[in-house]
């Protein structure tokens, strides 16, 4: 298994921990103004996304730079970056 999946995973991991949390410990979105403060875990939860999301979108072949996880404008055209790449057959680390 390549690096790039395993740190996927495992952020992903962290990402499954912190919505757990949220939804343990959480309170519900828009019962005060100070929703930011009080719902920490949710905002958390948010951010380490948009940041996965981020470092998904630059896992990117280093020889032809084609988008690993990203493959198209679909959201359906994700997928695990593979040891090589599957445009070129390069490996991607
Ligand atoms: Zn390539």
Not at 2 to 21: D, R
Not at 22 to 33: C, E, N, Q, T
Request: charged letters at 20%; one cysteine or more.
């Amino acid at each position: 298994m390549n690096k790039y999946k395993k740190q996927l995973i495992i952020f992903l991991f962290i990402e499954a921990v912190i919505t757990i949390i949220d939804k343990l410990f959480g309170r519900p979105l828009g019962a005060d103004w100070y929703g930011i403060v009080t719902n920490l875990s949710y905002w958390l939860g948010m951010a380490w996304g948009g940041f996965i999301i981020f470092y998904a979108f630059k896992i990117k072949c280093k020889h032809c730079h084609t988008g690993q996880v990203f493959r198209g404008f679909s959201a359906f055209d994700i997928r695990w970056p593979q040891d090589r790449c599957y445009r070129c057959a390069e490996p991607i680390e």
